[in-house]
Every structure is written in structure tokens, then in C-alpha cells.
């Protein structure tokens, strides 16, 4: 039972090891950043667990036509996550290699892309990525809580530990508290930013009498 949650963890090589870390830190940074630490914990084995059920109900089926590799990594929660934002985006299009695509296409062209990555598994990925498009349509929503919710577990162990971690950047539950630390990071303090002065020469001094503008010219 407890691998429903630890294969997120293991790789095989460095190469893997090295996508799994730009994929946490992408994927997993910016959802974060959307649902807050508490959440994103949460809906982390959340997602595990329920990406590792459908592949075991699948595997058996797929296995009778193709080679199915073994479910490895942080990219199947990285899928659902990224289906969670897709589905539940504000923009109906976007720009993908030079043309607009729909959104909702978008998490689909990841999947072939991430057929190319080492020691990946495709189905494990789809597995991610429909349970991250079941959340984000509203079909999980026992799985939800409020950010009422999310507000009091930021005061609860083990989420006050995190707090105290240097160097560890802690995103609050409430949406209020996040709103209000974006804009202290973007307002600046006067006088922190550089500025330059400019000199503007005076204009030349016209000459009192017609004789000397003779002389000039």
C-alpha cells in the first residue's frame, strides 16, 4: 500500500532524477503558488494515490497490447496538477509554438512530449492526467476543502514546522493572505530603485544687438 505514494520518489538514473526536479520545480512551484502549501501537500498524495489506483485497474487491459512500463516519478502528479489548471483556467487560448492553440489541448501535446523522456511511463501519465482533469471538472469534489480549511491546518503541525525552515518559501491557505504577499513583493520601497537625473542645457543666449548676430553668423 505504501508504494501508492513512494514511486513518486524513485529513478532510475541522473537523467530522470534531472526532469523530475525541473518538473517539481515548474509544475508542482507553480501550483503551489495557486492553492497554497497546505493544499498542495495534500493534493500531492492525493493525486499519487489515485493516479496509482487507475493504473493498477488499466495496466492489466493496456498490457495485452502494448508494453506498459512501470510507474516511476513526479510526473504523473505533475500531469494531474497541470490538468487542474488547465481545466480550470480562465484563458480559452494560448500560444504554443507560434500558434493559438485551445488550453485545454495543451497538458495532451505534454504527454507526447513526455514519451521521450527516460524511464517514463505513458500510461501512468494518462492516469495523472485524467484524474487531474476529473478534479479540476468538479467530479472529485469530496477531495476539496475550503480555505477556511486550509487556514487552520497553517497553524497546525506539521505545517507550522515549514514555516520555520530558512529558506523554505511557505504559501499561505487563504487566497487574501496570498494576494497580500504578492503586493508587498511588488510594491517597492521609495528609494530602492535607481534613478538617473538628467541635465537640460539652458538654451543659448540670443545676442542684444544686430551687429554682434552679424559677428555670430
Not at 489548471?85 to 480559452?92: D, E, H, L, Q
Not at 487556514?151 to 505545517?159: A, G, I, N, Q
Not at 503586493?183 to 539652458?202: D, E, F, L, R, W
Amino acid at each position: 500500500v505504501h508504494r501508492l505514494i513512494t514511486y513518486i520518489f524513485i529513478y532510475e538514473d541522473l537523467i530522470s532524477l534531472a526532469c523530475g526536479a525541473v518538473i517539481i520545480w515548474y509544475f508542482a512551484g507553480s501550483f503551489e503558488k495557486n492553492v497554497g502549501t497546505v493544499k498542495h501537500c495534500i493534493l500531492t498524495a492525493t493525486f499519487s494515490v489515485l493516479s496509482a489506483l487507475l493504473y493498477l485497474f488499466l495496466q492489466p487491459l493496456v498490457s495485452r497490447l502494448l508494453e506498459v512500463g512501470d510507474a516511476k516519478g513526479f510526473m504523473p502528479v505533475a500531469f494531474a496538477m497541470l490538468g487542474v489548471s488547465t481545466t480550470r483556467s480562465r484563458m480559452k487560448r494560448t500560444l504554443l509554438l507560434g500558434y493559438r492553440v485551445p488550453v485545454l489541448l495543451v497538458p495532451w501535446f505534454g504527454l507526447c512530449l513526455a514519451w521521450f523522456v527516460p524511464h517514463s511511463s505513458l500510461l501512468g501519465n494518462l492516469c495523472g492526467l485524467l484524474v487531474g482533469e476529473a478534479y479540476g471538472l468538479g467530479y472529485c469534489f469530496c477531495l476539496d476543502f475550503p480555505e477556511s480549511v486550509g487556514s487552520k491546518l497553517d497553524r497546525v503541525f506539521p505545517f507550522t514546522l515549514l514555516k520555520r525552515i530558512p529558506g523554505l518559501k511557505y504559501i499561505p491557505g487563504s487566497l487574501a493572505e496570498r494576494r497580500a504577499s504578492a503586493n508587498s513583493m511588488i510594491k517597492a520601497v521609495p528609494g530602492t530603485y535607481p534613478t538617473q537625473s538628467y541635465h537640460c542645457p539652458s538654451p543659448l543666449a540670443l545676442p542684444a544687438h544686430p551687429s554682434a548676430q552679424g559677428q555670430g553668423f
